[in-house]
């Protein structure tokens, strides 16, 4: 069974940070192109950053790049997302998803491709 759980959302001030983790099982992560999304209420699901587990090759949103890091643990099978300097507009439902590929990275991200997994989604809030 394909799993993508995701942890570390929570309430955190304007200018802290948080770090999510997205744990893997059920296909070869190596194969993989991970990525995180957020869906803010009223708004669309949007990629804010995405990784080739096999060459490390990263994509990130304008809006996060040089405050968010994504990375991946191939023996933990897990991918992370290490948020700092947060901002309100930051707040929304992260998703973690998967798609076979890891040259899919890009168009995961652009949503050009659609994931082949989701997971359940972790709230995140950054308070002003």
């Known amino acids: 069974e394909v799993q993508l759980v995701e942890s570390g959302g929570g309430l955190v001030q304007a200018g802290g940070s948080l770090r999510l983790s997205c744990a893997a099982s059920g296909f070869t992560f190596d194969d993989y192109a991970i990525g995180w999304f957020r869906q803010a209420p009223g708004k669309e699901r949007e990629g804010v950053s995405c990784i080739n587990s096999g060459t490390g090759s990263t994509y990130y949103q304008d809006s996060v790049r040089g405050r968010f890091t994504i990375t991946s643990d191939n023996a933990k099978n897990t991918v992370y997302l290490q948020m700092n300097n947060m901002k309100p507009e930051d707040t929304a439902v992260y998703y973690c998803?998967?798609?076979?590929?890891?040259?899919?990275?890009?168009?995961?991200?652009?949503?050009?491709?659609?994931?082949?997994?989701w997971g359940q989604g972790t709230q995140v809030t950054v308070s002003s």
């Open positions: 998803a998967a798609i076979k590929g890891g040259s899919s990275w890009f168009g995961l991200c652009t949503r050009r491709f659609s994931p082949d997994y």
